[in-house]
């Protein structure tokens, strides 16, 4: 089954900046719809941002991440990735990606702390 590996995370001040990146096995990578997805203490795990499987010219946001969050797709290194710019404390989660719609099986996941 595939496996997703996440990384990038760490402690950041509010306006800062991180990039992560997910890894994914799995031969049928390119033509998959990837999200970024975050759970933060108490609540439900929630989509922050997807693309479209090819050249990924398709993207959607959560609202509260619009103009601050890129994400984009390597399909030769089969890696996604989210730019987090402008941080904020309520971007405070563990982040996770996979399929969208999001297969059963979860990595685990890298945590990003906005704090001062």
């Known amino acids: 089954q595939v496996q997703f590996v996440e990384s990038g995370g760490g402690l950041v001040q509010p306006g800062g900046s991180l990039r992560l990146s997910c890894a994914a096995s799995?031969?049928?990578?390119?033509?998959?719809?990837m999200g970024w997805y975050r759970q933060a203490p108490g609540k439900q795990r929630e989509l922050v941002a997807s693309?479209?499987?090819?050249?990924?010219?398709?993207?959607n946001y959560l609202d509260s991440v619009k103009g601050r969050f890129t994400i984009s797709r390597d399909n030769i290194e089969r890696t996604t990735y989210l730019q987090m710019n402008s941080l904020k404390p309520e971007d405070t989660a563990i982040y996770y990606c996979?399929?969208?719609?999001?297969?059963?099986?979860w990595g685990q996941g890298t945590q990003v702390t906005v704090s001062s």
């Open positions: 996979n399929y969208y719609p999001p297969a059963n099986y």
């Open positions: 799995g031969s049928n990578f390119r033509f998959r719809t």
């Open positions: 693309i479209s499987g090819g050249l990924g010219l398709t993207t």
